[in-house]
């Protein structure tokens, strides 16, 4: 079986759906459950028996500890992550504990679990971290894709400690031997996605009939991937990746918010038409920016295209065509995930919008 962390949360359990549906290996999934961790994303695992759902946290040692050794996984896939660009930058404590206390915990318990496995289990681990193209910075507008030797030059408290935990992975394998794998994925999109992200916060503004605040002039670029595509790459960079490389994932697919934002819109004035006959771009606002923002993401995935064979199956057009139908035949996901703290969280993050 394999341990998947952070599973309850949005790429994880796309992650793990798709593993049970294709692979039929046992998973366990540790998960803190903080927010944007959501069991009902599950509900379709509840009596799969190669699914064992534990709630903790990435940093209890003993915790981990008593998995390992009691579940014995061939392979770690460490999604558990405060992964909000937003929240750093109103708490960034809870990123430095997780993404980089967290990680360090994670790849000690590792380090010995493998050191005393036998010779066969101990060349076949993996530990695979999944990570972002958040830690190379910003690009100019004419500036080539993040390439893997790209500098690591985060700008924001979220991608800071996401490049500090891609450090701690590189080095337990320069040290220890520890055989890892990471991957540097762009922005997904899909199902399960928590709104508090950019398009799943405008797909449910937008039926419900509230603003959709875009943040500065709306021209930043990020680069779109649906998170199936980003599920089946890890999988396949967890079967074939070269021991202690870096792998880029993304998809070819470099669009301004606002575009992204119309898109949506425009989607959604086809499937859910506005009683009033207007669109919902009419919705509209432009908002302070982001503190920081980066301008440009662009990812070039050449290198485990070359090497490990995997491209995105999706374009955008079909995958933000599922991605909106998929909101709007699940309202009770939606109405279920806006709790008071989601409430709480909007409120203090658009106030004055
Ligand atoms: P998410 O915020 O939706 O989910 C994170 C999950 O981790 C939640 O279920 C949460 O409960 C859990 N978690 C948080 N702290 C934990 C802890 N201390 N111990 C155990 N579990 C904990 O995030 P996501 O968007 O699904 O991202 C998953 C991973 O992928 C993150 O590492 C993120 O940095 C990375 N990533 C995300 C994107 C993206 O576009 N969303 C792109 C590239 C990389
Ligand atoms: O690039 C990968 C990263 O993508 C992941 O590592 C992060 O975990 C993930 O959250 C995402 O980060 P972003 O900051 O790019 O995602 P977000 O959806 O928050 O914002 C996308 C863009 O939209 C960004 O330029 C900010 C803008 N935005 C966002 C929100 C929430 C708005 O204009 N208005 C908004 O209300």
Redesign the pocket.
């Known amino acids: 079986m394999i341990l998947v962390t952070g599973g309850a949360g949005f790429i994880g359990a796309n992650f793990v759906l798709d593993w049970l549906a294709s692979q039929g290996e046992a998973v366990v999934n540790l998960d803190k459950l903080t927010y944007a961790g959501n069991l009902h994303n599950l509900d379709s695992l509840r009596s799969d028996a190669r699914h064992v759902f534990v709630q903790g946290d990435i940093g209890d040692r003993a915790l981990l500890d008593r998995l390992l050794a009691e579940h014995r996984p061939r392979a770690i896939v460490n999604f558990a992550?405060e992964?909000?660009?937003?929240r750093s930058i109103h708490g960034p404590e809870d990123f430095i504990q997780t993404n980089v206390v967290g990680t360090f915990r994670l790849l000690e318990a590792a380090r010995q679990y493998w050191q005393a496995l036998p010779a066969t289990e101990k060349g076949a681990f993996r530990f695979l971290h999944v990570?972002?193209?958040?830690v190379y910075g910003t690009l100019a507008p004419t500036d080539p894709a993040f390439t893997e030797d790209h500098r690591v030059e985060p700008n924001?408290p979220?991608?800071a400690s996401?490049a500090a935990s891609d450090h701690l992975v590189r080095a337990w394998h320069h040290t220890y031997g520890l055989p890892v794998l990471t991957t540097n994925?762009?922005?997904?999109y899909g199902p399960l996605h928590f709104p508090?992200?950019?398009?799943p916060?405008?797909i449910v503004n937008a039926l419900a009939g509230k603003s959709?605040?875009?943040?500065?002039d709306?021209m930043?670029?990020?680069?779109w991937l649906y998170v199936r595509d980003h599920c089946s790459a890890i999988r396949r960079v967890l079967e074939a990746g070269r021991l202690g490389e870096t792998y880029n994932i993304g998809g070819w697919n470099e669009k301004p918010?606002i575009e992204?934002?119309n898109t949506v819109c425009a989607l959604l004035d086809e499937l859910r038409p506005r009683a009033d006959g207007q669109s919902y771009a009419t919705q509209i606002t432009y908002?302070t920016d982001?503190p920081g923002?980066?301008r440009r993401?662009a990812i070039d995935a050449r290198k485990i295209e070359r090497e490990l064979g995997w491209k995105p199956a999706e374009t955008f057009d079909t995958g933000i065509r599922k991605t909106v139908q998929w909101y709007l035949d699940n309202p009770e996901w939606v109405q279920q995930v806006q709790t008071g703290a989601y409430r709480d969280w909007v409120a203090k993050?658009?106030a004055g919008a």
């Open positions: 992550a992964s909000h660009v937003d990570s972002t193209d958040e924001s979220y991608s996401k994925c762009s922005n997904n508090e992200k950019l398009i916060l405008m959709l605040p875009i943040y500065g709306g930043q670029i990020r680069d918010n992204i934002v908002v982001r923002h980066d993401y993050q658009y």
